[in-house]
């Protein structure tokens, strides 16, 4: 019930970050991204509470109050304004009138959040210790099947997309420029976390020697 309470909190925070900015309520790329990313985020909650209920306890846990780290605690800061910079900067423009992006082009945007969803679903379900912070749990083992043989941090690559996807599918192209920061705090974090998990997370060594590529497949 918990987990339900949460998605739908979300859900009117993010509401909140998109039609204020934008000024008005006859915006139907931001209710088009909203239905996306809430049918998106139901799917996954009702399966993962089905098939691995200790998953989506761990996902509770999140933002920079839940990190232990005093860097992943700064970088998550960071993180969260940057996620509210994509909304409220991509909605701002959007009521403004600044940009103007093709209806395709947006359903291109909503197809990218939808296909961020889909690889984030394929971490969870490979890997019952994603958390939603930088910890090592007891029994925690590295995972190296799945998307996790091609990439050491499908999350992120997840995330990535969910990133890009966002101002397209709500109709700017200001909101881009907020792209930019949210992949170098997403770099940060993914960097910090490599270093935690090489001091905490036996075998994570070798791990990484065998799987070149942190985010990109062939390229970083």
Known sequence: MRSWRSLVGFMLFMAVLVFVPAGTLDYWQGWIYLGVFGACCALTTASLLKRDPAL?????AVGPKAEREPAQKRIQWLASLCVCGLFVVSAFDYGRAWSFVPVSVVLIGDLLAILGFAVMYRVFRENSFAAAT???????????????????????????????????????????????????????????????????????????????????????
């Open 134 to 220: 930088v910890t090592v749990e007891a029994g925690q083992r590295v995972i190296s099947t799945g998307p996790y043989a091609r990439i050491r941090h499908p999350m992120y690559a997840g995330a990535l997309l969910l990133f890009l996807g966002t101002p397209l599918a709500l109709g700017s192209w200001w909101g881009l420029v907020v792209f930019i920061p949210s992949v170098a705090v997403l770099v940060a974090r993914l960097r910090d976390e490599e270093q935690f998990l090489m001091r905490n997370l036996p075998g994570y060594a070798d791990y990484r020697d065998h799987v070149r590529f942190r985010l990109v497949p062939g390229l970083w």
């Open 56 to 60: 989506v306890a761990r996902r509770l």
